[in-house]
Antibody, heavy 122, light 107 residues
Framework: QVQLVESGGGVVQPGTSLRLSCAASGFTFSSYGMNWVRQAPGKGLEWVAVISYDGSNKDYAASVKGRFTISRDNSKNTIYLQMNSLRAEDTAVYYC???????????????WGQGTLVTVSS | DIQMTQSPSTLSASVGDRVTITCRASQSISRWLGWYQQKPGKAPKLLIYQASSLESGVPSRFSGSGSGTEFTLTISSLQPDDFATYYCQQFNTYSWTFGQGTKVQIK
């Protein structure tokens, strides 16, 4: 069965860095684009970043562009989110989500991880 | 950027009610729309993709319709397990955009 497990969250000070990981299993990881989506406490869903199945295409929300970097290692079935220059407004639960269709440029997310909480506070 | 607007923001209903949630896109997204259900402390769950296709395992009381800029999610007979927050999402572009959510609560 498909599983996505995020890790790497925690409490950090403003201006510092953190790297999140999302380990995937139960499907052909190298065939699917992957996304990061976040949810601030009590708020709605905000898309953060996407990476294509082969890592050749990436895109970011304007709110994180230039500070966050998405990457993947298909040999480890894992995607990453490197978050630099963190701000209080980055505080959220971060979810990874799998594209529903393989080799797709964009589609819905059919499986999501359980999320990892990032708290940015002094 | 494409903006997604859901209405209402909150909906009070009873078990057995027919419930409709509307989602409007700021520009045409064809049928590149999904609907998700989220319960407190849980990840979103995909219900509908391509505006009207029911995801595997999702009860048939859920249905979606629309194209272009206007979309609806309908729950034909609300069940106790359906009290949750619902989000629409466009995937017409490489980036995703979500609506602000509709909370369905017990009347």
């Amino acid at each position: 069965q498909v599983q996505l497990v995020e890790s790497g969250g925690g409490v950090v000070q403003p201006g510092t860095s953190l790297r999140l990981s999302c380990a995937a299993s139960g499907f052909t990881f190298s065939s699917y684009g992957m996304n990061w989506v976040r949810q601030a406490p009590g708020k709605g869903l905000e898309w953060v970043a996407v990476i294509s199945y082969d890592g050749s295409n990436k895109d970011y929300a304007a709110s994180v562009k230039g500070r966050f970097t998405i990457s993947r290692d298909n040999s480890k079935n894992t995607i990453y989110l490197q978050m630099n220059s963190l701000r209080a407004e980055d505080t959220a639960v971060y979810y990874c989500a799998k594209y529903r269709a393989p080799y797709s440029s964009s589609t819905a997310g059919d499986y999501w991880g359980q999320g990892t909480l990032v708290t940015v506070s002094s | 950027d494409i903006q997604m607007t859901q209405s209402p923001s909150t909906l009070s209903a009873s078990v057995g009610d027919r419930v409709t949630i509307t989602c409007r896109a700021s520009q045409s997204i064809s049928r590149w729309l999904g609907w998700y259900q989220q319960k407190p402390g849980k990840a979103p769950k995909l219900l509908i993709y391509q505006a009207s296709s029911l995801e595997s395992g999702v009860p048939s009381r859920f249905s979606g319709s629309g194209s272009g800029t206007e979309f609806t999610l309908t729950i034909s007979s609300l069940q106790p397990d359906d009290f949750a927050t619902y989000y629409c999402q466009q995937f017409n572009t490489y980036s995703w955009t979500f609506g602000q959510g509709t909370k369905v609560q017990i009347k």
